[in-house]
């Protein structure tokens, strides 16, 4: 049901997919949908052998990159449309960020309906370096994650927070060559701690969707002892503006907290089909004096530290983040009340044992 609706919410001309998949997608789907299968011969008969040119193509960096769904509030999921630009912008600024090289091998691990595989996908091929694509059930089987890493001599990952801890939990000793991109949750110091030493670098790393992919970048190359147990989330990077504003819209102090809002290149162009909603989250920059600038309302907590970095909060809304997915609770309670029998629900995130974060449900029945 998802499937096709996002097929027509979207309307999209052609579907991309493989014949072992055919059979999963609805009926109506296979009936009005181009259908191209990438494993199949035919579709590459008759091809020309080289790229045509850009220019014929009629595209540029406005043109849209890719609409991705994210969890609704509504019971319905919401498609965000990121340009090519914006997409360009982040891959350029984590490449400097990270000194990533063509020499640098890549695993990537996250499924495409995430967003941040594009930039498991893009960055390694961008500068010429390795890319292997590991299948879901090595990724899902730590053993078999950690002997991936080391026989294919990886350099570079990205995962969540609970998916490097799990990791190290099979005793993977690490290399001293290979970098770490965390992201998705917050990560804590134990876990940065345990990290550091088994690996050479770490870079934590914050954005929503909405600003395409990640907008701000820590490198954690030494972990004090502070107050609280958080890495901060760091600087914006290039062509990135931050503000944490109050409720009035305004800047706060340094060390006072209010809600991130994020500008610049990253900044998409908004909900697909939802102009409502655009024009409730993507509103103008009254901070920037480029024409027509917006920002993003992320719904996150944040402050500014006195040395120029931002340390995250939480969020000021019903949405919640489990294992790096970001979950509207409204949806899933949407979709309980439509039940037979149940006449109201509720959604929580509860985490009865440090890191194990799960969303439990409360109903009542129809009388």
Known sequence: DRVEYMLGDSAAPVLLTQKVLLERLPASVQATETVVLLDDEQTYAGQPVGNIDKGETGQSSRNLAYVIYTSGSTGLPKGVMVEQWSVVNLLESIRAETGVVESDRFLAVTTLSFDIAGLEVYLPLMVGASLAI?????????????????????????????????????GWQGKRDFNVLCG??????????????????????????????????????????????????????????????????????????????????????????????????????????????????????????????????GRNDFQVKIRGLRIELGEIEARIVEVPGVREAVVLAREDEPGDKRLVAYWTVQE
């Open 134 to 170: 590991a299948a879901r059930d090595i990724f899902i089987d730590p053993d078999g994650l950690a002997k991936t890493i080391d026989h294919l001599d990886i350099t570079f990952m990205q995962a969540t927070p609970v998916s490097w801890n799990i990791l190290l939990d099979t």
């Open 184 to 313: 998705g949750e917050a990560l804590s110091k134990k876990l940065a701690r345990s990290l550091k030493e088994h690996v050479n670098g770490i870079w934590n790393v914050y954005g929503p969707t909405e600003t395409t992919i990640w907008s701000t970048c820590q490198s954690v190359d030494r972990i004090g002892v502070e107050e609280r147990g958080i890495v901060l989330i760091g600087h914006p990077i290039s062509n990135t503006r931050i503000y944490i504003l109050d409720g009035q819209g305004e800047p706060v102090p340094i060390g006072v907290a209010g809600e991130i809002h994020i500008g610049g290149d990253g900044v998409a162009r908004g909900y697909l089909n939802r102009p409502e909603l655009t024009k409730e989250r993507f509103v103008p920059d009254p901070f920037s004096k480029e024409p027509g600038a917006r920002m993003y309302r992320t719904g996150d907590l944040g402050r500014w530290r006195e040395d120029g970095a931002i340390e995250y909060l």
